[in-house]
């Protein structure tokens, strides 16, 4: 067999099933201390190890010959080593290895730039694969930072003809991966059963499992890579596919006592907003509504751009539901988020006469007990929360509705988790960060869709600018002009505090110059360390006008409502997602005021970075900026980013690969419809690959 296979990889093995679950340790060639190694990058049984996939590939038929070898060309070449030496570092220039390297035809150097520790795996008298750029220095060729993998008899099988590279990890060679997939896959062949069933591989000419892996991991050609990574995205999305509809089809199945919706409750609420609700708003209450007074259980995605009003539209559902007499969950990712939306529904929430609460896991043991005993009794009716919320100490009453927001920082197994806490609780999920149509059929097709695309009448968008280094005075000019006019600055940093990345500025020293900079101003530190009672008090102050700048890392990406603050300016932008970018900017466009987004970028940033700044500064328009983001960085990074949890991965790489979705979720409809509960004989390994992903808690069952 050879080895290969298709796209960054598994943490816990995919689609298909071992007839028996293997521990690797097990497994010929592993070992205590290797097994160790490998749980590492998640293989835990062998079925992980064979979906290992490589993240890419080098074709090694081709093996140039060093005479033969052309200036500005990128080469393979296997020499020998013939002398080596190490230049130290001194006086600023960079420690620099110089290799000679020798074939049948000739010799040519090998150079390494501020790689010293590469002598330890360069050897004099041995052979190795160099692949790099080959460059004239002082009229002689060189090539330069070659990769090189060390070639011995033993290795040749391995490492000839098209050559897989997977991610690894310490202690963890290429080669040695390479030949244990090779030898697991000889020994335990006949371990390995299909889950597509034949009908579907015989339409689609997909290979068969045992084909597949050997296309993807041992590839005798570049077509063989393409079929087997075709077969496997569409394995991975008709699995998940299958799910979503069972899924469905349970929550359409329990029943549950309708909810009568008081209604005089939502006039109160909107005498409390100070501003008329958008048409889509209204749209999407009318749904949410429809959820949670429905005899159905029910599961929902409210998605809407930054500012758009989705926590309006969650508020007045969750305040029905708790003037009928149940309890209501809302789940934020961060405790500064979750102060935030205390404070904005106790003021929605004026003359309700409702008790709402606050729980994360920074509060004092007592208050966390005395908290668990209030929502055990009733005594709470909303209450608002971290992951705190998933305490298995935490019970609720009758709790009938959950609200997830910034749904991409959770699981589905977490959201499910706390939905279970509750008697048939219905679920909506709040998505600032927009996605893309071919992505939500994908992560979200059990979920009915509401979209809020008109923003509050007034808003402005923040005009956005990509600012040079040496051009930072003028921004601090502005900012002074600004707070003299009244209005409130956002600084912001990737890091907390200083470390070996030193090309980034930390929060808590350059708040320390910023002091010194702008010194007639009152200036404000936040960042994730701090604890509650310090982040409350900055918070309060900043929302009071007490703090004109305010110093801080990524912990006011997202819910910080302060209107009066409409400058932000990002460092180190190139460090951060266009989703990220676009959340920060949302925080400076909570009013009618003129906002203003500046991003202070280096002059040598990657090309893919700068593009992403680019789409930030070209729009506001957050669905354009989701379908930017899918063609920039494809579904794989995007699975895991929107989705911690679904799937141990995604080998889908680019927006090709989603019309693979659409035929699977077709096929898994056919399927589901004609065998909803997988029980004909050409199901069955299917099926027992579907129980294994709910065994293992990758996606969850309807409860």
């Not at 052979?127 to 033993?154: P, T, W």
């Not at 990406?557 to 990220?580: C, H």
Request: glycine share 6%; net charge positive.
């Amino acid at each position: 067999m050879k080895p290969e296979t298709l796209h960054a990889m598994p943490e816990k093995g995919c689609g298909y099933l071992c007839k028996k679950m293997i521990p690797i340790r097990y497994v010929k060639g592993v070992g205590p201390k290797r097994e160790k190694i490998l749980n590492r990058v998640g293989v835990f049984f062998l079925k992980d190890l064979l979906y290992y996939f490589p993240v890419r590939y080098q074709d090694r038929s081709h093996i140039e010959q060093i005479n033969l070898l052309e200036e500005g060309k990128t080469s393979l070449i296997r020499a020998e080593i013939t002398s080596l030496k190490v230049s130290q570092a001194f006086y600023g220039r960079k420690a620099t290895i110089r290799a000679s390297l020798r074939d049948s035809t000739g010799n040519i150097q090998g150079i390494w730039f501020n790689q010293p520790y590469l002598k330890d795996y360069l050897k004099i008298g041995l052979s190795y694969y160099f692949y790099g750029k080959i460059q004239r220095y002082n009229d002689r060729l060189q090539i330069v930072s070659a990769e090189f993998e060390r070639l011995n008899s033993e290795d040749d099988l391995d490492i000839s003809g098209i050559v897989a590279f997977y991610r690894l990890t310490q202690g963890l060679s290429q080669n040695n991966l390479r030949r244990l997939i090779r030898t697991c896959f000889s020994n335990y062949r006949n371990q390995i059963v299909e889950t597509i069933p034949f009908d579907i591989r015989k339409e689609y000419n997909f290979p068969n499992i045992l084909e597949a892996l050997s296309g993807i991991h041992s590839p005798a050609s570049f077509e063989d890579i393409k079929r087997s990574r075709q077969r496997f995205i569409f394995e991975e999305f008709f699995i998940m596919q299958i799910l979503l509809f069972r899924r469905k089809a349970e929550l359409r199945l329990k029943r549950r006592p309708a909810l009568s919706i008081d209604h005089s409750v939502v006039d109160k609420v909107k005498n409390n907003f100070g501003f008329t609700l958008t048409g889509d708003q209204e749209k999407a209450i009318c749904e949410v509504f429809s959820d949670v007074s429905s005899d159905l259980r029910n599961s929902r995605l409210l998605q809407g751009d930054v500012g758009s009003g989705k926590t309006v539209v969650a508020s007045i559902a969750a305040f029905c539901v708790a003037r009928s007499g149940f309890q209501v969950a809302f789940m934020v990712p961060t405790e500064v988020l979750a102060i935030q939306h205390k404070k904005t529904l106790e003021g929605l929430a004026k003359g309700l006469d409702l008790k709402i609460d606050i729980i994360t896991s920074g509060l004092a043991i007592k208050k966390r007990k005395d908290i668990y005993a209030k929502l055990s009794q009733g005594k709470i009716d909303i209450i608002v929360g971290t992951h705190a919320l998933l305490n298995e100490d935490l019970r609720f009453k009758n709790l009938r509705f959950v609200v997830v927001d910034e749904q991409h920082r959770f699981g589905v197994a977490q959201r499910a988790l706390l939905a279970r806490k509750g008697i048939d609780a219905d679920i909506l999920v709040m998505s600032a960060t927009p996605i893309p149509r071919s992505l939500a059929l994908t992560l979200y097709g059990d979920l009915e869709v509401s979209l809020i695309k008109e923003y509050p009448k007034g808003r402005k968008f923040a005009r956005t600018e990509i600012v040079k280094e040496k051009e930072r005075g003028k921004v601090y000019e502005f900012i002074r002009q600004k707070v003299q006019e009244g209005r409130q600055v956002y600084i912001i940093y990737a890091l907390v505090e200083e470390s070996s990345q030193e090309d980034l500025y930390p929060a808590v020293q350059m708040y320390e110059r910023l002091v010194k900079e702008f010194k007639s101003l009152r200036l404000g530190l936040l960042h994730g360390r701090l604890d509650s009672r310090q982040k409350q008090s900055v918070l309060n102050n900043f929302k009071n006008n007490e703090i004109d700048i305010l110093v801080s890392t990524l912990v006011v990406e997202v819910g910080l409502d302060i209107p009066n603050a409409t400058v932000m300016v990002v460092e180190n932008p190139e460090r951060f997602g266009l989703a990220q970018l676009h959340q920060l900017r949302g925080r400076i466009t909570r009013s009618n005021l003129p906002s203003y987004f500046f991003m202070i970028a280096k002059k040598d940033i990657y090309s893919s970075a700068r593009k992403r700044l680019e789409v930030i500064a070209e729009t506001c328009d957050g669905f354009k900026i989701a379908e930017q983001d899918l063609e920039l960085r494809g579904p794989g990074d995007l699975f895991g980013t929107l989705q911690a949890g679904y799937l141990p991965t995604s080998i889908a790489s680019s927006q090709d690969d989603l019309k693979i979705l659409e035929t699977a979720r077709s096929r898994a409809f056919k399927v589901i419809k004609k065998d909803p509960y997988l029980e004909l004989r050409q199901h069955k390994e299917l099926n027992s690959a579907i129980k294994e992903y709910i065994d293992k808690g990758l996606l969850w069952q309807a409860s």
